[in-house]
């Protein structure tokens, strides 16, 4: 099994910044991606950003494209996604999770493993 645990939520004003920070613990893959999705009220879970393990590729929905950057330390088993320019549609609880194994990273069937999520707030 794999935990994933989200950090770096909170409340920010529209044009700030926040990033969030999830760690894996667990079994282990030799291939994998990792993913941050998020879910506002009413909305279906959506795809934001995604990773593979090497690092050097990486994907992100149009609407957080040139504002958000995921990113990865494996030595501490972290995915990171930092947000800058935030705005009040941004407001999502935000989703870290794991895919093991090649194939995409964009749909939430896609990923084994999800964390809990951590709220993020952006006021106009």
């Known amino acids: 099994q794999v935990q994933l645990v989200e950090s770096g939520g909170g409340l920010v004003q529209a044009g700030g910044s926040l990033r969030l920070s999830c760690a894996a613990s667990?079994?282990?893959?030799?291939?994998?991606?990792m993913g941050w999705f998020r879910q506002a009220t009413g909305n279906e879970r959506e795809f934001v950003a995604a990773?593979?393990?090497?690092?050097?590729?990486?994907y992100y929905a149009d609407s957080v494209k040139g504002r958000f950057t995921i990113s990865r330390d494996n030595a501490q088993n972290t995915v990171y996604l930092q947000m800058n320019s935030l705005k009040p549609e941004d407001t999502a609880v935000y989703y870290c999770?794991?895919?093991?194994?090649?194939?995409?990273?964009?749909?939430?069937?896609?990923?084994?493993?999800w964390g809990q999520g951590t709220q993020v707030t952006v006021s106009s």
């Open positions: 999770a794991l895919k093991g194994g090649f194939g995409s990273l964009r749909n939430t069937d896609d990923y084994n493993y």
């Open positions: 990773i593979w393990w090497s690092g050097r590729v990486t």
């Open positions: 667990g079994r282990s893959f030799s291939i994998y991606g």
